[in-house]
């Protein structure tokens, strides 16, 4: 379990890709800090994935091929910056919202726009996705916790704050890019009853 806020970014070093699996090593300051342990999960761009090997400045991790085919892992390279958060412990505080590190789909960004002192980026999605991004809604995007601030056909939009751009890797984000997204298990859970016609069998006992 996480909240979508980023702890640290992490520098790819390495990705082995075995057919349409893939074991990925990334350097970051959470192992020298003692973050997290062998076994430990922890959210790469909003993926959770298990630690499987550390060393002094990095973890390894496997990547499933369920993961490489719903993510943009299969864009993954040396050198690339990752968003990272440490699964949640109990008693800590719930900033941003409940996120599994199940990521849904990926969204290209279509468009940015200057809003005063934030960003706005724009995203366009499958629109099988279309009814779990609502406004003022949240949303995952490659980790971070973000609000929904208008939503279009196929598409939605979301703003950065300063603080967002320079702690992730939404900075270097371009116009085509792909981004992981994973929308609100609450409104997972609402469609699907909705879609089952449960609702209504409820209101009829």
Same mark, same amino acid.
């Given at each position: 379990?996480?909240?979508?806020?980023?702890?640290?970014?992490?520098?790819?070093?390495?990705?082995?890709? /075995?057919?349409?699996?893939?074991?990925?090593?990334?350097?970051? *300051?959470?192992?020298?800090?003692?973050?997290? @342990?062998?076994?430990? $999960?922890?959210?790469?761009?909003?993926?959770?994935?298990?630690?499987?090997?550390?060393?002094?400045? !990095? #973890?390894?991790?496997?990547?499933?091929?369920?993961?490489?085919?719903?993510?943009?892992?299969?864009?993954?390279? !040396?050198?690339?910056?990752?968003?990272?958060?440490? /699964?949640?412990?109990?008693?800590?505080?719930?900033?941003?919202?409940?996120?599994?590190?199940?990521?849904?789909?990926?969204?290209?960004?279509?468009?940015?726009?200057?809003?005063?002192?934030?960003?706005?980026?724009?995203?366009?999605?499958?629109?099988?996705?279309?009814?779990?991004?609502?406004?003022?809604? *949240?949303?995952?995007?490659?980790?971070? /916790?973000?609000?929904?601030?208008?939503? *279009?056909?196929?598409? #939605?939009?979301?703003?950065?704050?300063?603080?967002?751009?320079?702690?992730?890797?939404? $900075?270097?984000?371009?116009?085509?890019? *792909?981004?992981?997204?994973?929308?609100?298990?609450?409104? @997972?859970?609402?469609?699907?009853?909705?879609?089952?016609?449960?609702?209504? @069998?409820?209101?009829?006992?």
């Amino acid at each position: 379990m996480f909240t979508g806020i980023i702890q640290a970014r992490g520098k790819v070093v390495q990705v082995n890709r /075995s057919g349409q699996q893939a074991k990925l090593t990334v350097e970051t *300051s959470l192992v020298s800090d003692g973050t997290f @342990k062998l076994g430990d $999960s922890i959210a790469v761009n909003g993926v959770c994935l298990t630690v499987t090997d550390l060393t002094g400045t !990095s #973890f390894s991790a496997d990547v499933m091929p369920e993961t490489i085919l719903r993510t943009n892992f299969t864009q993954l390279a !040396s050198g690339a910056f990752v968003n990272l958060e440490p /699964s949640l412990s109990v008693g800590e505080k719930l900033d941003g919202h409940f996120v599994l590190g199940h990521v849904d789909t990926t969204a290209t960004l279509v468009s940015t726009q200057a809003d005063e002192d934030s960003i706005r980026l724009r995203f366009q999605i499958g629109t099988e996705y279309e009814p779990y991004i609502v406004e003022k809604g *949240s949303v995952a995007i490659n980790g971070i /916790s973000l609000t929904v601030v208008s939503t *279009s056909q196929s598409t #939605f939009e979301v703003a950065l704050i300063p603080y967002t751009l320079t702690h992730t890797n939404l $900075s270097s984000l371009k116009q085509g890019d *792909s981004a992981n997204i994973e929308t609100d298990i609450l409104g @997972k859970y609402i469609v699907n009853m909705a879609k089952k016609g449960l609702t209504e @069998k409820w209101t009829q006992r």
